[in-house]
């Protein structure tokens, strides 16, 4: 898929609830019904304050000039071997000097997210979600469980398919005993938000999917699947360290 829509399915979610990006949410599901690329397009993602800053770091490390290419964009919200080529240092560089944290955290704070950069904490969509969303001053209701995981971008295997409704088998966050963990799967029902896409027209049982704000994204393959639940578990043991 073009790196540039499939950026704009993983962003529509939180930004239709206006938790991120310009107030553009009809002109970006626009573009994705439409399939419509182009500088607009990449206007809109360019003024998503946190995402485009990473999507950027990450193409900088690997020497890629488009940071909306598809890797770039599999990396930040999936994962894949991208991220392993960004220094610690240059992370740590990141998020002091490009989003400004030390100053939005306090100094304590984001020494705390530089000894988890140490531990080998990387540019994914899980990390920002785990350890730095979560501190960012956002309204207490934000800073529930519940809205922690739904921000994660989470993996679903498809159970039913019937009009408008998808029912989804997908492993939910769980706080038990002072920790962070993925419990048993659970099926939950998800109303189409991306409906003109071809990929989620096809849907069918037994397939892949992931998911973010309870927006379908785009269907994925087993590896992408194992990819996702590796980065993520990892920055759930790192956030487990400092709950």
Not at 44 to 63: D, G, R, S
Not at 233 to 238: F, K
Request: with cysteine.
């Amino acid at each position: 898929m073009n790196g540039l829509l499939r950026c704009s399915r993983y962003a529509f979610g939180p930004n239709r609830l206006h938790y991120c990006g310009p107030d553009k949410n009809r002109e970006i599901f626009s573009h994705i019904c439409e399939g419509e690329e182009g500088e607009g397009l990449t206007e809109l993602l360019a003024q998503f304050e946190t995402m485009y800053p990473y999507l950027c770091h990450i193409a900088e490390a690997n020497k890629i000039r488009n940071p909306l290419s598809d890797r770039v964009v599999e990396a930040y919200w999936i994962g894949n071997t991208l991220l392993d080529r960004v220094s610690k240092q240059k992370l740590y560089e990141h998020l002091r000097d490009k989003l400004r944290m030390k100053d939005k955290l306090g100094a304590k704070t984001f020494e705390m997210l530089a000894k988890k950069i140490g531990q080998g904490a990387l540019p994914h969509h899980s990390f920002h979600v785990l350890d730095i969303w979560k501190r960012m001053g956002h309204a207490e209701r934000e800073h529930s469980l519940e809205n922690i995981s739904e921000c994660l971008v989470s993996v679903g295997k498809i159970v039913s398919v019937s009009g408008p409704f998808i029912v989804v088998e997908t492993e939910p966050l769980l706080y038990e005993n002072g920790k962070l963990v993925f419990g048993a799967p659970e099926q939950k029902n998800i109303l189409r938000q991306l409906e003109s896409d071809y990929d989620i027209e096809q849907l069918k049982p037994g397939d892949l999917v992931s998911i973010h704000w309870s927006v379908i994204c785009e269907k994925i393959t087993k590896r992408q699947a194992e990819n996702l639940r590796k980065y993520t578990r990892w920055h759930i043991s790192l956030a487990n360290e400092t709950l």
